[in-house]
């Protein structure tokens, strides 16, 4: 694929990982809990259920692009206005209060994964990325499925980086994250660089 639409795949990924919803939550939550090193697990099965949705749509998508490239010129148009969606939203609404338990039980490993493999599976903005945003830049012309694998291992290891961060400094500065003021800011950034994303899409040829 060309480095044009990996390096807009990369940025656009980064904002949307960067951005308070469920999945980084419930790291944060993981980390505040049990500690930095234990969300890893949280962070893992989230990316398991990543994983699943990578093959759905490398299976799925692969015919439709062989039998009519221009079927997909629609999702182009859908996934920019999620991006827009997402950027008003996180410029206006309101951020969801993140709760701290003050069990000291440490939850096992398997569960932890096992949380973020349900959480994320029935995420709704997940499903959308993945139907919507993904398959705009995959180029007909090109092998679909080598595509998707790159795809795949970038958003893979940008997604992973971005939780474990979170999930560091949630871990070493438990008070710091619970502050409403810097959720805010976080959301307002957030919100400004997914509407620049969402033009972004929109002005693809």
Not at 20 to 47: C, D, F, H, K, Q
Not at 94 to 103: G, I, K, Q, Y
């Amino acid at each position: 694929m060309n480095w044009h639409s990996w390096w807009l795949f990369v940025i656009t990924g980064l904002v949307l990982d960067f951005t308070p919803g469920p999945a980084v939550l419930y790291v944060l939550s993981s980390a505040l809990r049990e500690g930095s090193r234990r969300s890893v697990m949280a962070a893992l099965g989230i990316l398991s259920a990543n994983a699943f949705y990578f093959a759905l749509s490398a299976l799925g998508i692969g015919a439709v692009l062989l039998a009519s490239p221009n079927a997909f010129i629609w999702v182009k148009w859908l996934g920019a206005a999620y991006l827009l969606y997402l950027g008003v939203t996180s410029l206006t609404g309101h951020r969801e209060v993140l709760t701290v338990s003050a069990s000291k039980a440490s939850a096992p490993l398997l569960k932890l994964w096992s949380g973020g493999v349900i959480l994320q599976l029935s995420n709704p903005k997940a499903i959308v990325f993945f139907t919507a945003i993904v398959p705009q830049f995959v180029d007909p012309g090109r092998p679909v499925k080598m595509q998707m694998a790159i795809l795949g291992i970038t958003s893979t290891v940008c997604e992973f980086a971005v939780l474990s961060l979170y999930g560091a400094l949630a871990g070493r500065a438990a008070q710091w994250a619970r502050e409403p003021r810097y959720a805010l800011w976080t959301n307002r950034a957030a919100g400004v660089l997914l509407i620049l994303a969402g033009i972004g899409i929109a002005s693809i040829r």
